[in-house]
């Protein structure tokens, strides 16, 4: 379904390994089925149950080099010895439908999208362990990987961590609920920003005629100015497409 008076809200979610990506990804999705995953691609082998084109498209280096070097990716990073992208294509096409879209991608990837044009339409969103005691404790019951895929994981834990400052929320995830619903609350508030409802210049448009119409005392100049400069580009200028 589109919804052209909003803009989609690029919404990224990074974590060390463990810390439940994963997890409010998919609470987010049944919270709101419109939100759209990006399915990255990836050079690493698919886990148990894992599917091709629902988890990642898993594809073999050349084919991912490829890929980068034609620009079809957003992003990409080398992660844990694979690699690992957005791609570009899905990304514009949903935020012009209005369409949010959930990356959950590492610092790296992170940083180029905050880089890009589209750093205006974006919300990202670190989820920090409770302790690291814990984070080990959840890499092991979630029983993906085995000891030696652990370890790698939590030896680039704190890697991951010591970005976390880069972000514009940072959640401690402890109590699942309270995760989940403090989430749901920055992506209520986020897509109200004025970057993400292009539909608000017409109805002060509509509120300008009005006010004219009604022969209200004091006649507005043309176009209210903003009081004060948006934080995050202006409402009044085109989103620029995705490179
Ligand atoms: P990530 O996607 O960041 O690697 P996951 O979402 O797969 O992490 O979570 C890792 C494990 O921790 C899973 O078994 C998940 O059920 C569990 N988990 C996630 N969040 C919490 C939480 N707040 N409390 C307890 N367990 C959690
Ligand atoms: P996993 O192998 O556990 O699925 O993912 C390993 C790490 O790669 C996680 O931190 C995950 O967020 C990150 N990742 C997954 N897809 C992408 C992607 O497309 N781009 C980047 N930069 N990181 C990704």
Redesign the pocket.
Same mark, same amino acid.
């Given at each position: 379904m589109t919804n052209p008076s909003r803009r989609g809200l690029l919404i990224i979610l990074?974590s060390p390994?463990g810390a439940g990506?994963s997890t409010m990804a998919r609470a987010l999705r049944a919270w709101d089925p419109t939100i759209n995953f990006s399915v990255?691609a990836?050079t690493?082998a698919p886990r148990p149950g894992e599917e091709d084109g629902t988890d990642y498209r898993f594809v073999g280096e050349e084919h991912f080099r490829q890929a980068v070097a034609e620009g079809e990716m957003l &992003?990409?990073?080398h992660?844990?010895g694979n690699f690992?992208?957005?791609p570009k294509a899905p990304v514009q096409a949903a935020i012009d439908q209005g369409q949010d879209i959930l990356f959950?991608?590492?610092w790296?990837?992170a940083q180029q999208i905050r880089n890009s044009d589209l750093n205006t339409h974006t919300l990202s969103i670190f989820l920090l362990p409770p302790s690291i005691t814990e984070l080990k404790r959840r890499l092991e019951s979630r029983g993906q990987d085995d000891a030696e895929t652990i370890a790698k994981r939590m030896g680039k834990s704190w890697d &991951?961590i010591s970005h976390w400052d880069g972000y514009d929320f940072v959640l401690v995830n402890d109590d699942l609920d309270q995760t989940e619903a403090r989430l749901k609350s920055i992506i209520t508030a986020a897509r109200l920003r004025l970057s993400q409802q292009p539909a608000i210049k017409d109805h002060v448009r509509r509120l300008q005629s009005e006010f004219e119409d009604l022969k209200c005392p004091s006649t507005p100049s043309p176009m209210p100015a903003p009081r004060s400069l948006p934080r995050r580009g202006s409402p009044l200028t085109p989103m620029s497409s995705a490179r």
């Open positions: 990074s390994s990506k990255s990836t690493r &992003e990409h990073a992660v844990f690992y992208g957005s959950d991608i590492d790296q990837g &991951e």
